[in-house]
């Protein structure tokens, strides 16, 4: 139960033209339809002005997120927008292709009204434009947050309702190499740089890898979140596998436990090979090092395991593997 609206917009008849909206739009389509696997991920619609010169208009985007709010209850919702996105009076709107000087769009406070009363599982909010940190800002605070840059915006969101946009209210969005500087690492963190150790991305993970691509010159990601489960976007290879994980118990007999290795464990015959799974010790230590890889296990001066073996040394878990141990021996692996 997962649907998402994908909005991008180059071609605009009144303002001007963008050169990377659809092709971020396009591309998020791609990603985001499956996970790395293949398996199906979210249900997804695309809207781009590619289908015609006023393809995205303000009543057909009003329209289609009527649509997509309704109905939702157990649902998770996800919309993107990559367009213009403009300042007024009464706070940021999303530009569709007809806008008028006293029309530009949908209102970023009309959004977050729908995002905020739906009955959805979860909504996942998504722009890419100009100003688009003021989605979610406190209504009747925007124009004032925007006239004093130093004053800090409040924000209402209410629970499991989530908001990753490319910059703050008051700043401008770019565009690189054909896409929204923001989107494009948005869709290198979805392919696997924003991966956790099981293959996870959700948008903590990718506002940390998009936040650190930007430095103090540049546009500043906005994250604004109120969540307890936070929403898994895709799933990408993993660190390691998950039955390593659950194995940690029956190599650690506690979190804190050193493992001591010994000559046995790089044993005789190496490399191994094709059918000669090697002695339980050679296992073990094949194992290890699989863990040894995923920043899980380390010895005492982070030496390589090899020499640890030959000298009768020890291994032991590092925080995060400690972190693993304990989900291991809670069962919720």
């Known amino acids: 139960m997962k649907r998402a609206i994908l909005v991008g917009i180059d071609d605009y008849p009144t303002a001007g033209s963008l050169k990377g909206c659809v092709a971020d739009a396009t591309a998020l389509n791609e990603m985001l339809s499956r996970h790395a696997n293949g398996d199906p991920n979210w249900r997804t619609e695309l809207l781009t002005s590619e289908a015609g010169p006023t393809a995205v208009t303000r009543n057909g985007l009003r329209r289609s997120l009527t649509h997509f ?12 927008f990559a367009g213009h996105g403009a300042q007024t009076s009464w706070g940021a709107d999303l530009v569709t292709q007809d806008a008028t000087e006293h029309s ?6 009309d959004l977050i009204t729908l995002a905020n009363d739906s009955p959805a599982r979860s909504v996942t909010l998504l722009l890419d434009c100009c100003f688009s ?21 409040k924000s209402l969101l ?4 989530t908001i990753l ?3 703050r209210a008051t700043e401008v969005s770019q565009e690189i190499a054909g896409h929204g500087a923001f989107t494009r690492i948005l869709l290198d963190g979805l392919d696997g740089g924003a991966t956790d150790h099981l293959g996870n991305v959700t948008v903590l993970s990718l506002y940390g890898y998009v936040s650190a691509a930007f430095d103090a010159w540049q546009q500043r990601p906005v994250l604004k979140a109120n969540l307890t489960e936070p929403v898994v976007l895709r799933v990408g290879p993993p660190w390691i596998d998950r039955d390593l994980l659950r194995q940690l ?21 190496r490399p191994l090979q094709p059918g000669n799974p090697g002695t339980p010790e050679q296992q073990q230590f094949d194992y290890l090092g699989r863990l040894r890889n995923a920043n899980l296990v380390t010895t005492d001066d982070r030496r390589d395991h090899y020499w640890v073996a030959m000298e009768s040394g020890c291994v032991y878990l590092t925080p995060l593997g400690r972190y693993f141990w304990s989900l291991a021996k809670q069962g919720v692996l």
């Open 158 to 161: 209410r629970e499991n309702v």
């Open 249 to 269: 118990p029956e190599h650690f007999s506690t979190a804190a436990s050193r493992l001591t290795l010994s000559p046995a464990h790089e044993g005789e015959g």
């Open 69 to 80: 709010f309704a109905n939702s209850r157990d649902t998770e919702l996800l919309f993107f």
């Open 165 to 167: 946009a490319a910059s």
């Open 133 to 153: 940190g003021d989605l979610g800002n406190t209504p009747g605070q925007q124009s004032a947050a925007v006239a004093e840059n130093f004053r800090l915006s």
């Open 104 to 109: 530009l769009g949908v209102s970023m406070n």
